[in-house]
Every structure is written in C-alpha cells, then in structure tokens.
C-alpha cells in the first residue's frame, strides 16, 4: 500500500474568516475552487483552523499533518482578523525555518510581504478586471493574462524578496525569495473559468523546487 505522500502533495491551506451575524457566528471559510485547482496538480488540500492559535497547539496540528507545501489564500484585509494573521504569520514563519515551500495568493501574498517588512499601498482599478503581465525573472510560465481582486498593491520587495511579474501599470504582480522556496501572486488561480496551465506548471515547479 503506498503511503499518504506517495498518493500525493499535501498541502496546509490557510482559511478566510467570515462573520455570519445571522447565525451568531464565526466562520473558517475555503473557495471549493481552490481545492478543486490544488487537486488538479497533484495535491491534497488540508485546511488550517484559525482558532488553534489561541492555545498554542497549531504547532502540534502542523507536525501532525507534516505537510508538503503551504499555501496561503486570499480574503480579508490583513488586520481585520487576528487569528487569521497570526496564523500565517506562524506557517510562513515555519516555511522559512523548515524550508517547506509556500505560496501566497493575493491577500497571501501581501501577508509575505508585510510578514517580511514591506508596507501595502493603496492600489485603484484592481477589482474584477484583468491584467496583463511583463516577466521580470526566468523560470516563470506566465499566463496570458489575470484576474485582479484587491485594493492593496506593492512597487517595492522585502529584502531577500525578487519581482516576479508586474501588470501593465508597474505594480508587482508576483515575488519569489531569493533563497527558500516561497513565491507570492495577487491573481487567483481558483477564479479563472478554465484553470490556467501555467498556474499550475509554476505550482508544481515551486513545491519541486525544495
């Protein structure tokens, strides 16, 4: 019988926080897309409790699950839920020390940057449009073109951070570290109608890259 790593790449994927009011509560939420677009590589998606912060056992969760790659996805404004922050602050921090690969996608790619000392700037024109990229690296298999969901953008990198990609109008698109396998994109793969090849190539090549 093969083993759980052998069937597959598995994966801890951080989760967004919504507030149901109706309801009373408070909710660890995850696009069904984005499980659907890591299973198309290969991978086995395993969602992070956000609540496991609070009494110092996301450590024990985390070696339990010993994933392979991490990936931290989008939703919320970083500040908004503090759980949430100090939950990826804990996996990138783990990425970093364990040289686990990582992937931030768009709000997860601005927690690596601010995790790593950039500060966001305000961005206008950059919800529910599309964009095209300008390759500033090699390695990287650009797709044609984007989706754009955020309100926050960067025009600089964290020390130890490279650009990657920038859109039509100068704004970073994409960063790599210059030395651990972690890579940041402000588009979503899960939210293209046909799921990008080349998102996928650059996925498998970044957790290949370890």
């Known amino acids: 019988m093969k083993n759980r790593k052998e069937q597959s790449i598995t994966v801890a994927v951080s989760m967004r926080v919504d507030v149901i009011e109706s309801y009373g509560e408070t909710r660890d ?3 069904e897309n984005l499980c659907r677009w890591l299973t198309k590589a290969g991978c086995l998606p395993v969602p992070v409790p956000n609540t496991l912060i609070e009494d110092n056992t996301l450590k024990a969760w985390f070696e339990t699950i010993s994933p392979d790659t991490i990936v931290l996805s989008g939703g919320n404004n970083i500040g908004d839920f503090k759980n949430r922050d100090e939950t990826e602050r804990f996996l990138l921090e783990t990425s970093r020390q364990k040289k686990i690969p990582l992937l931030g996608i768009c709000r997860g790619m601005q927690m690596m940057a601010v995790w790593a ?3 966001l700037q305000p961005v206008e024109g950059h919800v529910r449009t599309r964009h095209k990229l300008a390759s500033e690296t090699d390695g990287f298999s650009m797709p044609e073109s ?10 600089t990198v964290p020390e130890n ?7 039509d109008d100068g704004i970073i698109e994409a960063i790599g570290h210059k030395y651990l396998p972690m890579e940041g994109w402000m588009w979503h793969p899960e939210r293209e109608k046909e799921f990008s090849s080349e998102d996928i190539e650059n996925l498998k090549r970044l957790i290949e890259s370890r």
Do not use: P, Q, T
């Open 161 to 167: 951070f490279e650009v990657i990609a920038r859109n």
């Open 117 to 119: 000392g950039e500060e």
């Open 29 to 31: 939420a995850l696009d």
């Open 146 to 155: 984007v989706n754009s969901y955020h309100d926050f953008g960067m025009m």
